[in-house]
Structures are given as structure tokens and as C-alpha cells.
């Protein structure tokens, strides 16, 4: 298998689903705090409080917040992301273990409401810009790349409640702010950024909670994307212009989609599906421009776009570097009755009757990412990243205190061993960093039993536990591969 010399190998988190400390050192909440824990079958709740005093909770998928309601945290609900696994107190011990690990890259995020807790504050807060100063400076100790998101899922929830956040065209402007102090602060420092984690999410799963799907949600989610592709686009030329070493990527949610018969509708809609899932941001981001098919998607949901001539430039100015992407599955669309649906949640389609399905519902499709992997690399010919992959289980600590989790190991291979075809045939991969890592809480569910981690941490789904860092049977196996470069697996 060939991955190059100097191919990086490591780990991905969140800010928001590990960091904790959510009140601490000035900084401000994020809707992500006002989320309480679900399940694979109960959605995780918005809490509210009315002008009048009065409480309530919604679900985050498909609810409404009441008139005049103002997202708040209650007493009695539980609120999994507060403490996460309390990286903001762990990072030094954590970043050991991923050096004795050998990892060579670190993929993190910075939260936009630590660094400026409205979002619109002309002066950052110091004590946020610290920490991630202190992180990685620890990460070049060990010789360990970060690899930064500017945004996972964190909106401050300032912007998003006086400035309607992505739905206003003002908020580039905070983010542009945001931006601009991250490149300047961490000079030297970082060298790969990631603009925004995930980011055709906004359309792509309009679809899967049903009741967005309308034309008023379309409308919404299409400008929602353009803005943000503007302030991405911005940030490429900042960082560019404040330092020529920084490579700035595009993070998108990978799906492989497959047509589920033959019927030329079925090999149609399968089409339609990349393009509107996943070619729509990626051209973007990366040809600086819309593709043609755009004008069928706006037309079809009847969407009118606030896009200027100076967005139009700023689109083509601001191409990323490479192209980074999340994968975990590949889904099934038809056109005709689904006799067998996926559970579980943030999956979609027909069950595919060739693969295995995680407790989560999740196709494990390593194949898929090797499809995945060929046909974006051809289309852009771009560096890629993996900057996601990984199984999502329930770890059992045994009376000794180890964990044999050989079903992550086996997912991990598998995906591993498809990069190392997809190199084979061409694709200039150059890092693959497997998600959660270390065990944090889950984005979809609020769950802790939902783990990724070669780390275990001791923490439940109710937040009891001390959080101690304990390895897996994955830590070792993980040793030998980057050891190898891959050829061990
Ligand atoms: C990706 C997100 O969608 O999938 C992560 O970027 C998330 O934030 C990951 O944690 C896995 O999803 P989940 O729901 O299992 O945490």
C-alpha cells in the first residue's frame, strides 16, 4: 500500500462535543449548551424560557420555539456538552496520549464563542485566545500538525438570536473578525484551517427531518450556504494574505449515494442526489463558482438568492487548497417504494441489502469511501483529507480495565485499506484523521455510549464518571499503523 513519506495520520474532535468548561474564562454560550441528551430514538431538546418565566423544550429536529421564547438553560435537564469530556482541563494529558499514539496530526476546532462571546465585540477575549495557544503549542512539542475548523456547529448564540445569524449577511462580517484574529494570534503555529465543518448539512438534511423541506426552508438553507460560503471564501484570501503557508480546506459531509435499480429515474435521482448533496458546496468551495446545475436546484424549490457581483469575485478569490470530507457511509435513493428503511439516526434512504448496519443504523461501506475518494479527486484534482471516519459503538470495560474493541479496529482497517487502493489508483490523499479519537459526546445523539475513541473516557450518559483516559485495544493496533506508515494494519 502506498500512503507517501510524511502522509499525516491522527485523530479528529469538536470544541463543542469534547472542550467543556462552557461558562468558563468569559465564554459565551453556543445553541449546542442549550442542548439536552437524546438517544437513537428520542431527538435531543432545545430548553426555552419564556418573557413571563415560564419553561419548555422543544425537539432540536422539527420543533418550534414559541413566540417571544428565548433558548435557556433549566434546572432538571441535563446538558451533555457543558463538561464533554473536559479537554480544557485534560488537553495535556490527552496530547500525550495521541503522541504516544504517533500521531502526526491533530484535527480540532476553535469556538467562535470563546474567542468572541457574542460575536460581534470589536476586542477578542484574551483568555480564550490563550488556550488554543497553549493546545498548540503542546501539539509542536510532540511534532503534531494541527488541523484547525473555524466552525463546528457553534454559532455564537448571541448572533444567532439578535442577528438571525447565517440568515443575515451582517454575520459574514463577525466571522470575517473571527477569522482575521485566529490567522493573525496562531501565526507559525497552525498551517491547515478548515472554514466550516460539514457545511452542506444545511441542505442536505432538509430532506431527512421532513418538515424543513419546504419552499420557505429552501430558501432559507440555499442563502444560509451562500453566506457562508462568502465569509469561507474570505477567510481563504485573509489567511493567504497573512501567512503564504496556510492551507485553507473545505469540509463537507461525505455520503457515497448508490441509484437502488436500474430504472434510468432511480440512475437520475442518484445523480441529482450528489449534485445536490455533495458536488453543490464542494464546487463551490473549490471551482469558485456555482455549477450549472445550480440554477435546476434554485428553480426547483423556487429559491431567490442575494448574490452580488462582489459576491461573484469573492467566490473565485477565495478557492480552497484541498478538499476535506467526513465519511462513515454510503446511503441508497429510488424512486420506488422502500420496502426496508434504515433506522437510527442522521441516515437516510433504503436499507442496502449488501451491507452491515452499525447499532446506529450507519452502512459500513468501506468501499464507498474508495469511490468516494476517486470520484472527487477526479473532479478537482485537489489534495484530499479524510478528516472523519470511524465506528460509533458501545465499549464494554472489562473487570481488569480493558477494552477489546475489535470491532473498531476492523472498521478502521477496512476503510484504511480502501484510502491505500484509492492512492494506488491516483488520488493524492494526504491525511487521514479518524473521528472522536478520544470518546467524546456524540453530535447526533448526546450520547456518551456512542464511542469513537481509541481513548475510553470515563463518563456516562448522565454525566456521571471522573474522567479518567484509559486505552483501548484500537491504541495499540492505531501505534502499529502509523508506526508502519499503513502498511501494517
Ligand atoms: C459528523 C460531525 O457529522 O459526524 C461530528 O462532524 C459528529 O461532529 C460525527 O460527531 C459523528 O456523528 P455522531 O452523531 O455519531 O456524533
Known sequence: MSFKE???????????QCEGAWNEDGRGPAETDMLTAGSNHSPRMLTYQMPDGTTGAIPRTGGKLPEGAKLAVLDGYYYPNHDGIDFYHHYKEDIALMAEMGFTMFRMSISWSRIFPRGDEIEPNQKGIEFYRNVFKELKKYNIEPLVTLHHFDT????EENYDGWNNRKTIE???RYAK???EEYKGLVKYWLTFNEINNTVMFLELFGDKATKEGYQRAYQQLHYQFIASAHA???AHAIDP??????MICGITFYPGTSDPKDILLNRHAWEKNIFYCGDVQSKGKYPTFAKRLWKEQDVQLDITKQDEQDLMEGCVDFYTFSYYMSTVVTTHAIEDKVGGNFS???KNPYLKYSDWGWAFDPEGLKYYLEMIYDRYEKPLMVVENGLGAVDKVEEDGSIHDDYRIEYMRDHIKEMGNAIDNGVDLIAYTSWGCIDLVSAGTGEMKKRYGMIYVDKDDEGNGTFERRKKDSFEWYKKV???????I
Do not use: E
Not at 6 to 14: E, I, R
Not at 482 to 488: A, D, F, L, M, Y
Open 245 to 250: 503557508d496556510y492551507h485553507v480546506g473545505c
Open 482 to 488: 502509523i508506526q508502519s506508515n499503513g502498511k501494517i
Open 156 to 159: 455564537p448564540l448571541y448572533l
Open 236 to 238: 481563504v484570501k485573509m
Open 181 to 183: 484574529v485566529c490567522f
Open 348 to 350: 437516510m434512504g433504503a
Open 6 to 16: 510524511g502522509f499525516y495520520w491522527g485523530g479528529a474532535t469538536a470544541a463543542n
Open 174 to 176: 463577525f466571522f470575517d
